[in-house]
C-alpha cells in the first residue's frame, strides 16, 4: 500500500513540476521555482517542508549537513536544479541525501530543459 501512495503523491507532484514550469518557463533560478512549488502544495493541502536540514552522520557523529529543497509528506525529497544537463553526479549526491535522510524516494527535477526532466530515483 506505501508504494501506491508514494505512486499517486508521485503523480501530483509531476503535475506541479509541469504546472510550474508551463506558468514560469525556464529562465528562473531554483529559489524561484521552490517558492512556486511550495504555493502549489499548500493550495493542494499536501504536507510539505522547504529546505529541511539532513544531518550525516557516522558512528553516531554528526559530520555535517546539508538543506533539501523539499521533502514532501516526509516521504518523498525533491531536489530543484536549473542546470543545461542533469548528470550522473546528480543522481549519485540525490542518492546520498536519500541515504543521509532514511528516504526511499527522490525526485530530481531540471526546470531549465523542455520538455522538463523528472529522474525518480530510488534509494
Not at 521533502?71 to 525533491?78: A, H, W, Y
Not at 541525501?97 to 530530481?108: E, F
Amino acid at each position: 500500500m506505501a508504494d501506491l501512495i508514494h505512486k499517486d503523491l508521485s503523480y501530483k507532484l509531476n503535475g506541479i513540476f509541469f504546472e510550474v514550469q508551463n506558468k514560469l518557463g525556464t529562465q528562473f533560478q531554483e529559489k524561484h521555482y521552490q517558492k512556486a512549488i511550495s504555493l502549489l502544495l499548500e493550495k493542494n493541502s499536501i504536507p510539505f517542508e522547504a529546505e529541511v536540514p539532513i544531518e550525516v552522520k557516522f558512528e553516531g557523529k554528526t559530520l555535517g549537513r546539508f538543506k533539501a529543497d523539499i521533502v514532501v509528506d516526509k516521504k518523498i525529497l525533491l531536489e530543484l536544479k536549473t542546470a543545461d544537463k542533469l548528470t550522473l553526479e546528480h543522481k549519485q549526491q540525490l542518492i546520498r541525501y536519500l541515504h543521509a535522510g532514511n528516504l526511499r524516494l527522490a525526485l530530481l527535477v531540471n526546470f531549465r530543459k523542455r520538455p522538463l526532466q523528472v529522474w525518480r530515483i530510488v534509494n
